[in-house]
């Protein structure tokens, strides 16, 4: 989101300058950040941490804002929007516990940012990227340093889990790095193929309700053994629809994918039709 104050999730701005509210409702900053830090460089972050301490003023980080939970505002404080510091590059790292390729990324650095940054240097068929289900989520940030689900999850684990080495700035506005080695109470995270996917869509509307919530039940039971297969899969429902928006799975072929995804005879009862 190329804001530095707007969320996407609106509950957490508390229609604070709604346009769907009455005209007649006054318009106020509310739950929104009362200053902004258009952050370029590390020193940026360092100065707003200084004057946040310094007046006490609540402080927020923000990237792209993709947070449902509300962490990309806050009534009343400064915000440190890090969208802006791009940079990806693709390395060679060595240290015992890895050897080979690697990106180094900056705070801003969206994942398709860092696909075309393998692209550029001629490795898209052997760098995996374990980034976001949106290519616009900023790999670094609230996004790895929350786990990091992925497309790519059940194959190469969280984006938390790839992580080799961070350059963050602390709270006390000091630059320092976090390894295994080195700070390591400040690292959060431990350590050429096809592509398969899929989608599936049915509707309440077009059933009866009873086979309708069978079919998610069954759907349920198989989806421990679809992820122990390698897939990933992001699914949505409620009382007159259910989708499946994607399936993918990494190094599989579209054979591959509809085996995984037919029922197993361990299912203790007959599937619905649907």
């Known amino acids: 989101m190329d804001s530095s104050s707007a969320v996407m999730a609106p509950f957490f701005a508390n229609q604070s300058c709604d346009p769907f509210?009455?005209?007649?409702?006054?318009c106020t900053l509310g739950n929104y950040v009362v200053y902004a830090v258009d952050a370029r460089t590390p020193g940026d972050i360092q100065a707003a941490i200084i004057f946040a301490k310094k007046y006490n003023i609540r402080f927020?980080?923000?990237n792209t804002g993709?947070?449902?939970n509300g962490r990309s505002t806050g009534a009343g404080a400064i915000s440190v929007w890090v969208r802006n510091?791009?940079?990806a590059k693709v390395v060679d790292w060595a240290d015992k516990n890895y050897q080979g390729k690697a990106v180094t990324v900056a705070a801003g650095v969206q994942g398709f940012e860092v696909m075309d940054a393998a692209?550029?240097?001629?490795?898209?068929?052997?760098?995996?990227?374990?980034?976001g289900e949106c290519p616009t989520v900023s790999l670094a940030g609230g996004y790895t340093q929350g786990g990091g689900h992925s497309a790519l999850s059940t194959g190469f684990g969280l984006s938390a889990d790839n992580v080799l080495e961070w350059e963050l700035v602390t709270a006390d506005a000091k630059i320092v790095k976090a390894s295994r080695t080195v700070n390591a109470d400040l690292y959060w995270a431990h350590s050429d193929a096809?592509?398969?996917?899929?989608t599936v869509a049915f509707f309440a509307a077009e059933n009866n309700a009873t086979v309708f919530y069978k079919a998610i039940d069954a759907f349920h039971e198989e989806l421990?053994?679809?992820?122990?297969?390698?897939?990933?899969?992001?699914?949505?429902?409620?009382?007159?629809f259910f989708q499946i928006a994607?399936?993918?799975?990494?190094?599989?072929?579209?054979a591959e994918v509809r085996n995984d995804c037919q029922p197993k005879p361990h299912d203790q009862h007959a599937h619905p039709r649907y």
């Open 246 to 254: 994607p399936i993918n799975a990494y190094n599989k072929t579209e």
């Open 119 to 131: 692209n550029a240097a001629g490795l898209v068929a052997g760098l995996a990227v374990v980034g």
């Open 194 to 198: 096809v592509f398969g996917g899929a």
């Open 85 to 87: 510091m791009k940079g």
């Open 224 to 240: 421990a053994a679809m992820a122990d297969a390698g897939t990933m899969v992001v699914y949505y429902f409620a009382a007159a």
């Open 21 to 26: 509210q009455p005209r007649e409702r006054p």
């Open 60 to 62: 927020v980080v923000r």
């Open 66 to 68: 993709h947070d449902y």
